[in-house]
Structures are given as C-alpha cells and as structure tokens.
C-alpha cells in the first residue's frame, strides 16, 4: 500500500516569507509525528497529533511553528516569517497508535527546507 | 532532559563481517527502543525494536541487545551487505508518545 508521503520535496524561500509542509499519512494511522533533522545531525520532535486529542507541541522551537491536522488525516506544518536556521530536512511520520511501549513509525522522504 | 546518543559518529567494516552500533540512552523509565537505518535522501526505515522487558530480540541478520542496567542499546549487523551503508539511529521513549533520537552512526561497507 501507500505510505507517507510529503509534499513539496524540496522548498527554497526566501527569509522572512511563510511556508507550509504537507504530510499525508498511510491510511487508518491514528498518530502522526513531524520532525526536523539538519544537516548531520539526527531527527528533533517537533510535534505529534493522536486521534483527536490536542497536540503535543512541546518539541516546537518557536511561536513562528504551527501545525494542523484535519480530519485525523493530512497534517500541515507552517513555518511563519522563515530564518536562515530553519533550513533544514522536515520529516513525517505516521503509526496506528501511540502509548507505553510505543508503535513503529512509517517515515515519510521529508521535505528538504532552504532558506536564502 | 532526554539524551540518546551513539558512542562512534563513523564506522568502516569489511563486506561479510559483522557490524556493532551502539547506543547510550540517560532516562531509566525508557520502555521502547527502535533502531531505523536511513539512506541517502530518503526518510528513516524501521528496522527493529524492543521492549524494556527483554535483553535481546533477533530479527533478519539483525539483533538488538538491550542492557538496562548500563542503559546501552547495540544493535548488530551479521554479514555485513554494501546495501547495508548507512545511517543509523537508535531512538527511545518513555511518554510512549515522544521518540528521542540519537545523531546517528554511518556505516560504510567496504566491498
């Protein structure tokens, strides 16, 4: 079947200006993650959606970070009035539930992020 | 705060040989641990967990060996593959929500 896909692939804006990520997750995954992971480095929690319970933001960097997920399905991460330091690899991932002893993530391509 | 890391940045193995990555996790309560590979320009791919309550679980050429009392996770290669290059990255959670990542070990299979 499908997996998670992402959307652009790669995005090049200029400082300053808005964008928005678009994760699509595998069908019937309830648990959605994003992730940021710069150049060598490994992946930073961003944000993580559950069903319909609120968000856990507590990984975002900054009040300039949001993220949406409609109808328990598709997921947008915006980055409000982009830095140079947000450039980076935007990665999505999806799992059928989430809870002690935790649930594999299915990781999306990401979406490489460069700002000028 | 969390704090997953990995004890060697690179590692170069000859085809055929076995490979070790390791990892040191600091949260006691850590229940679950995964290890993904991820290639060059790809998203990381699962390739094994385990559960805080076992020690050592064994999956196709790979095992994961977990020793709670030092809170070091390895995970081992057998028969180490060119297709094998690349990053590794264990990760641990304790909320069964939050996934903390360690900065990742590149391998590099010498054909």
């Known amino acids: 079947g499908a997996g998670v896909s992402q959307s652009p692939s790669n995005k090049v804006t200029e400082k300053g200006k808005d964008v928005e990520l678009r994760c699509d997750p595998i069908s019937g995954h309830t648990a959605l993650y994003w992730y940021r992971q710069s150049l060598g480095q490994g992946l930073e929690f961003l944000i993580y959606?559950?069903?319909?319970?609120?968000?856990?933001k507590s990984g975002l960097p900054s009040d300039r970070f949001s993220a949406e997920r409609t109808g328990g399905s598709v997921s947008t991460l915006t980055i409000q009035r982009t830095q140079q330091e947000d450039s980076a690899v935007y990665l999505c991932a999806s799992s059928f539930g989430f809870g002690r002893g935790g649930y594999e993530q299915f990781f999306g391509p990401g979406t490489r992020l460069t700002v000028l | 705060g969390e704090s997953v890391g990995l004890h060697l940045p690179t590692l170069s193995v000859q085809e055929g040989d076995n490979s070790i990555i390791n990892c040191a996790y600091s949260n006691s309560a850590s229940d679950y641990f995964i290890w993904y590979k991820q290639e060059s320009g790809k998203g990381p791919q699962f390739i094994i967990d385990?559960?805080?309550?076992?020690d050592k679980r064994q999956g196709q050429r790979v095992t994961v060996l977990l020793n709670k009392t030092v809170k070091h996770l390895s995970l081992q290669i057998a028969a180490t593959q060119p297709g094998d290059s690349a990053v590794y990255f264990c990760a641990d959670s304790y909320t069964g929500n939050q996934f903390y990542f360690g900065t990742g070990t590149s391998l590099t299979v010498i054909p």
């Open positions: 385990i559960r805080s309550n076992m």
């Open positions: 959606f559950q069903g319909n319970s609120a968000p856990d």
